[in-house]
């Protein structure tokens, strides 16, 4: 898998299942997201809540790599 998009798509059973989950309305807004190979960061904490990939995982440009810790319980 190559990054987190993929893990959400994957996660959620598919494009348009992961759109639909998130609550977008077209599945090529996520398509876009894997293309681009980003989670946009007003989205990270609804993928975190409902596919249980976290927000470092997503975003380390942002929220920076997992604490010490966490890696192993995820």
């Known amino acids: 898998m190559d990054n987190a998009v993929d893990m959400l798509i994957e996660k959620l059973g ?3 299942k992961a759109a639909r989950t998130l609550g977008v309305r077209n ?3 996520v398509a876009n ?3 681009r190979g980003r ?3 007003e989205r990270v904490l609804d993928v ?3 596919a249980g990939i976290s927000r ?3 975003r380390p440009d942002i929220f920076g790599s997992s604490p010490q810790g966490r890696e ?3």
């Open 39 to 41: 989670i946009p960061v």
């Open 72 to 74: 192993a319980a995820e």
């Open 48 to 50: 975190e809540r409902l």
């Open 33 to 35: 997201w894997r293309s």
């Open 27 to 29: 599945p090529s807004v």
């Open 14 to 16: 598919g494009l348009t």
């Open 56 to 58: 470092h995982v997503q």
